[in-house]
């Protein structure tokens, strides 16, 4: 990695059904194009202090770390407590066992406290096995921490914001000259102009489908944000099988401003 870059790895772009979906006959599932192959939506921050911030656990973990050759994490985030985002969070356990020390996990408190009812094996582990012995192949070295709006990971400096997605609320952060804004049905007017104020390289943004959603941005809606936002690049993610990759590459570069689908295992970077 070059000095003073960071890189985003796309793990997954696809909404909670992944493409192509169970049952689905439909040309965008059907199709013999690897950009509309879709694991759950996850993405993987390599900063260039050589840290690795894994962002959610989706059910596909082990074979988004598999495909991408990713042996190590130092530290993850979640961003919300819904299953397409925390069910693989288990897959996070071979890479505990050479460990000193657990890895952080970082959340804001109501999702951590779902987490704890979900997972109690992992992070209510005395109460869990308070009456019997801990059998079998080992528990996941995972330790939680609560964020703040300005907070530090592994000494890089972050920025959070709550986004509105149905009866939750999602981790929207900036990270350098980076924003991450995922599962929300829309982005409040405080975060919008930080998000401006950041003059961002790049910018991911979540956009599930053409019509409008109940708790997710559709594209529309999504294409107003990323203009207004003006980063420098704007990467569209949680798609779902309405999107078709190459249609929609042609129908945004007509636009004024770079915004564009992702795919998955697509490798980006940003500045300091």
């Not at 960071?6 to 040309?27: D, F, H, Q, R």
């Not at 993850?76 to 693989?88: K, L, P, R, S």
């Not at 690049?233 to 129908?251: A, C, S, Y």
Request: glycine share 6%; hydrophobic share 35%.
């Amino acid at each position: 990695m070059k000095n003073n870059c960071n890189e985003v790895v796309a793990l997954g772009t696809g909404t909670s059904t992944g493409i192509p979906m169970i049952g689905c006959s439909c040309k965008v599932c059907c199709s013999d194009n690897p950009k509309n192959k879709r694991y759950r939506t996850s993405i993987l921050l390599k900063t260039s202090s050589n840290k690795t911030i894994l962002v959610d656990t989706t059910p596909d973990l082990r074979s988004q770390f598999l495909e991408n050759n990713i042996v190590d994490c130092d530290a993850c985030i979640i961003t919300h407590e819904h299953a397409d985002h925390v069910h693989g969070i288990d897959d996070l356990r071979p890479l505990t066992f050479a460990k000193q020390s657990p890895i952080p996990v970082y959340t804001y408190d109501l999702c951590a406290d779902h987490l704890r009812e979900k997972f109690p094996y992992i992070f209510k582990t005395k109460d869990h096995f308070k009456n019997k012995a801990v059998l079998g192949g080992g528990i996941p070295k995972l330790e939680l921490h609560s964020i703040e709006q300005d907070s530090k990971i592994l000494g890089e400096d972050f920025e959070f914001f709550l986004l509105p997605h149905g009866h939750t609320k999602t981790l929207s952060f900036i990270h350098k000259k980076f924003g991450f804004a995922v599962d929300c049905k829309t982005i409040p007017r405080p975060w919008i102009e930080k998000l401006k104020a950041s003059k961002l390289d790049l910018f991911i943004l979540d956009c599930v489908k053409r019509d409008p959603h109940q708790t997710h941005l559709h594209l529309d809606a999504a294409l107003e944000i990323a203009k207004e936002v003006g980063a420098k690049r704007t990467g569209l993610i949680h798609m779902g099988h309405e999107l078709e990759h190459e249609h929609m590459t042609q129908e945004l570069n007509g636009l004024d401003f770079d915004v564009f689908p992702l795919y998955d295992r697509q490798i980006l970077t940003y500045g300091e």
